[in-house]
């Protein structure tokens, strides 16, 4: 796993607290893309969910300590 982060700023705004408020304001939108959540300890059940996402129609799968 390689993590990554691109956030820096736009216009001289930071482009992260700009996420975070979008987020905020349309929460109720992007909760719609979760479509599992799985204990962390099923951890490979949700690679499957992911790597068969056509026939299991996962978009946003999301572990859970």
Do not use: C, H, Q, R
Request: proline share 3%; aromatic share 10%; glycine share 6%.
């Amino acid at each position: 796993i390689i993590g990554s982060n691109s956030y820096s700023s736009f216009n001289g705004k930071d482009e992260f607290n700009m996420a975070i408020k979008l987020l905020k304001k349309l929460k109720w939108k992007f909760s719609k893309i979760v479509t599992n959540i799985i204990p962390l300890k099923e951890f490979k059940k949700g690679l499957n969910l992911i790597k068969n996402k056509k026939n299991s129609g996962a978009i946003k799968v999301v572990f859970k300590p």
